[in-house]
Structures are given as C-alpha cells and as structure tokens.
C-alpha cells in the first residue's frame, strides 16, 4: 500500500519490470510553472509476452475494450491544471496550419478520385476519425513544409525548438528528436480528429466499452475507423526507451497538477504473439504547492532565481515567448518561505 501511494505522488518505474503499466518520470520543478514528468508505457520483458528476441512488445494503441472482449473496460483520460509551453507561438510555428501551400496543393491535387476538386480535403476536415492532415493537430511537433518542383509537394521537415523541449508539453512518439525505422524517420502519434484537444487542459475524456466500430470514407480513400482508441503509434520500428529499457516515452508535460489515463493498451497482433489488450490505469498527483521552489527546500530564494537567471541567460527558454521573463517574476512573486 506505502509503494502505490508513494507512486501516486513520486512516480517511477513499476516495481515489476514484466508488468505492463502506463508510468509517470517525474524530472521536478525543473521551472517555476509546475513540475516536469514524462509518461511512458512499460511493457516489460516478459518471454512469454516479450518478440522472440528478447524485446518488450511495442504499444499500438491505447483505449477501451471493444466488440467481444472480455472483461470490457472503459477508457478515460484526464489533465487538470496549467500546461507549460516552450515553443514558439502558433502562428509562427510550422503546422499544417501554417503551411498555405500544403494545402492548396491538397485543395486541388491529392491523388485520391473524388467527384469534385476539393472535395477530398473538404472531407478529412470533416472527418472525426481521421488521423492524419487534419488542421488543428497541435499536440505533437509534426513539423510541415513544401518543397520541390513546382506541384509538388507537402512533406514533413525536421523538428524546430528542440533545444527548448526541456520544459515543454508534447504526446510523443519515443524520444523528443530521434528518427526510427530503415528510413530513418521521425514518428508521430495519431489522434483521431475528433480527441485532438487531449493537452488542452483541463480535458477530461471518457468512453465506455465499444460494441461497434465505426468509421468514415472519404472519397475513395481507406475509411477511418474508430476503434475506441485515444492514441496509435508505428509498432513497426523499435521505439523502445534508451533511458527506460522496456518502457516506451509517450508524452511530456510541464506544469499541470493531475494527470490521469486508464484503460487497455493494444499490440500489433502477428508473429505468433498474443493480441489480447492489457489493462492499465495511472493517477498522479503533481506537487505544484510551491512551484517557484526550484531546489525544494521550503523556501523561494536565492538558489532558486539563479537557477532562473542561469536557464535564462543560456537561452533555454524560447525567445520568441516571454516565458523568461515571467519566470523571473514568478519567482520574486513567490519569494519566502512556502506555505506547508
């Protein structure tokens, strides 16, 4: 009881490295907006469960049970409090969003056959369930740009701000800035359209155990299906923690104060390994009582505005925010002793 209440308020890796359990890194008060805390998927080691080669099954999705599986389990997924962001701001960032060229190009010329131009592109926006191209998907650093001759084409460019990440809030696809695969690539998360405001705190998101699948087509493109899923990753290529052998790094969060999420995690069935979902379920409770002191001492000091002034001086927060700034006078708002 002591070891699931200490997780509760610490987080850390599971006690049993063959379980499979949704986990919370708490990195600290790394700045005066509110803890730090990566959230990874352990899948552990398991050779019963574990590829013939020794390594942890890759998660694909997370969300309910559906159709027949037994016993059902709802899903839920809920963040409350502040989230810190050290990026550039929204407009000046490269979202699809941003990138008029991309879609005009996916306004007249898409290579799907549809009756009518734009229609195509009129009809992923549309789309609840759609996974990919949508406007809006702000949850993950895709990065788009267009180059090439011209008509061609969108594609997605290296990531931005990396040196900025520290501190900042993404669901993610492995490690912040790593390419996997052959190719060489980096991987993003899928969020159906209609759940893009998962980071959107606070966001309270629940369903009960799915009976049916349903979907929509767009034009003559595969239809998008809803499979009561939140999230789904490439378990193609190995995106296994090199911090955390046999866990896998699925989002950063900076600044809320509760991060919940149950429910089962998927695998990509297939080479004689078993389908069946495992159930999870995660409860954090972030200490933000005193989130200018930087050092936990019980006191906002000193330390604590040098730790600032220095992060601020190495330009670790993004100069085109006033996150520095504010993070200096946050500190001196909240000089003295913390109340306990």
């Known amino acids: 009881m002591l070891s699931l209440l200490l997780s509760l308020l610490v987080g850390g890796p599971p006690a049993d490295p063959d ?44 969300g309910s049970t559906r159709g027949n599986e037994s016993p059902t389990r709802a899903f839920g997924w809920a963040i409350e409090g502040d989230i810190f962001k050290n990026r550039r701001p929204d407009h000046l960032y490269p979202w699809l969003d941003n990138c008029q060229e991309c879609i005009e190009y996916w306004t007249i ?16 926006q549309a789309n609840p369930y759609q996974r ?18 011209p008509g061609c084409c969108p594609r997605n460019a290296d990531l931005v701000d990396l040196e900025y990440a520290w501190c900042d809030s993404w669901i993610l696809h492995g490690e912040l ?4 695969g052959n190719s060489q690539q980096y991987k993003y998360p899928q969020v159906q359209q209609q ?19 349903v979907g929509e087509r767009c034009c003559s493109a595969p239809s998008q299906n809803d499979y009561g899923d939140l999230i789904k990753w490439n378990a193609d290529v190995d995106w296994e923690s090199e911090k955390w052998p046999g866990s896998f790094h699925i989002a950063r969060f ?39 002191d930087l050092n936990e001492d019980g006191v906002v000091g000193f330390q604590d505005l040098l730790q ?6 190495a330009y670790k927060y993004h100069p085109q925010t006033n996150n520095g700034f504010n993070a200096i006078v946050k500190v001196l708002s909240e000089w003295g002793d913390c109340d306990m």
Not at 109 to 124: H, Q, R, S, V
Not at 134 to 140: E, N, R, S, V
Not at 195 to 213: A, M, N, Q, T
């Open 19 to 62: 379980a499979v359990e949704m986990w919370i890194d708490d990195l600290g008060r790394l700045t005066p907006f509110g803890r730090t805390f990566d959230v990874y998927i352990q899948t552990g080691f398991d050779p019963d469960f574990s590829y013939p080669n020794g390594d942890p099954r890759r998660p694909y999705m997370i």
């Open 109 to 124: 010329d898409t290579g799907i056959l549809c009756p009518g131009a734009g229609e195509y592109w009129d009809c992923i």
């Open 132 to 149: 990919w191209m949508y406007l809006g998907a702000k949850f993950t650093p895709i990065n788009w740009t267009f180059e090439g001759p």
């Open 177 to 180: 800035g790593k390419k996997y």
């Open 195 to 213: 759940h893009k405001d998962l980071i959107d705190s606070p966001v309270l998101k629940f369903w009960p155990h799915r009976e049916d699948i």
């Open 254 to 292: 900076t600044g809320p104060d509760y991060f919940s999420s149950g429910g089962v995690v998927r695998f990509a069935c297939g080479n004689g390994h078993p389908c069946e979902p495992s159930y999870y379920s995660v409860n954090y409770y972030a200490d933000n009582s005193c989130p200018s």
């Open 308 to 313: 600032v002034l220095g992060d601020v001086a």
